[in-house]
């Protein structure tokens, strides 16, 4: 099975998207302004544990050290209070190094530690070989990850080769970032492959050819080009068996979209998803 690994360029293509997101998307600047200071982070994280190649069985320990400092430092400075408060009580709890643990075993555990392990743990995943990931425990079945197990974040279609009309479609792992490729209108949560159980909504009017929905609640258009859409790249596909959705991005549709930058500021679709009374199979590191 092909799998993805980001290579370094990643980081500067996930920069990019976030800048021309920033201007389009003024609803979702402050936490994309957020998300650019977790990046930065990040990408450092990655140059210095590509670097570093700390073996796997002290991986937890190196995150704990290397990272999660850095990722603190960035959210106390950067991020919204809540979180900020969140984490600061938590710290005085329990050890990172607990909760890095815990995300590597898929674990149960709160919002706010999740999101330090996650946000500490998955650049050095990224730079690291399978080896590190191997670390991680999780099924690898068809509905995760192949190379450390972990839950899809979201679905994108890739883009078109020259004799299919529409591309591949994949799934990208929440804990490592790696992608695999998985079966469209079948559900990434449960498998349900009925169409009769699986509901695609969409953005009004960005849609032709696709049973759905009108996605209704969203913020106006820019003011500058009134008949563009927000997503007319994205939609959700959710999944009446099991109760779940995540969100698709087609970069055939948009060849600028970075799937995992694009999903985390589409906050509109996540709130009318949860209207719907489905819950996200895994919710995005900014907690949508
Ligand atoms: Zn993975
Ligand atoms: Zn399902």
């Given at each position: ?19 021309e997101?920033?201007r ?5 600047r ?7 200071a977790?990046l ?11 670097a ?11 995150v704990?050290?290397?990272v999660v ?7 106390v400075?950067?991020?919204p ?18 909760m890095?643990?815990?995300w ?8 706010v ?10 650049p ?27 839950p899809?974040q ?12 529409t ?8 804990r ?14 449960c498998?349900?492959?009925a169409s009769?159980k ?15 929905s009108?996605?209704r609640?969203l ?23 099991c ?16 799937p ?19 819950s ?9």
């Open positions: 099975m092909p799998v993805a690994i980001a290579a370094a360029p990643a980081w500067s293509e996930r920069r990019r998207r976030v800048g997101l920033r389009r998307q003024s609803f979702a402050q936490l994309l302004d957020f998300y650019a977790v930065a982070v990040q990408e450092e994280a990655f140059l210095h544990a590509a570093d190649a700390p073996p796997s069985q002290n991986l937890v320990a190196y704990a050290e290397a400092p850095r990722v603190v430092d960035v959210t400075a950067a991020g209070d809540r979180l900020r408060g969140d984490l600061m009580r938590r710290l005085d709890a329990d050890d990172p190094g607990q890095v643990r815990r590597m075993r898929g674990e149960d555990q709160l919002p530690d999740r999101y330090l392990a996650r946000a500490s743990l998955g050095v995943l990224e730079a690291l070989d399978v080896s590190a990931r191997a670390a991680c425990e999780g099924p690898r079945d068809a509905r995760h990850c192949p190379d450390c197990g972990g899809p979201l679905s994108f279609f890739a883009a078109a080769s020259d004799d299919l009309a591309g591949p479609r994949n799934l990208l792992c929440a490592c970032g790696a992608t695999w490729s998985y079966a469209r209108m079948t559900c990434a949560g498998g349900e492959s009769s699986l509901s695609i909504f969409s953005e009004h009017g960005t849609m032709s050819g696709d049973r759905g009108v996605v609640g913020p106006g258009p820019p003011a500058a080009d009134p008949q563009r859409a927000f997503f007319p790249h994205m939609r959700i596909e959710a999944c009446e068996s109760r779940r959705y995540l969100l698709n991005v087609d970069v055939a549709a948009d060849p600028n979209a970075v995992v930058v694009d999903e985390i500021a589409a906050i509109p679709l996540d709130l009318y998803a949860r209207e719907q009374g489905f996200k199979i895994t919710t995005n590191l900014m907690g949508f």
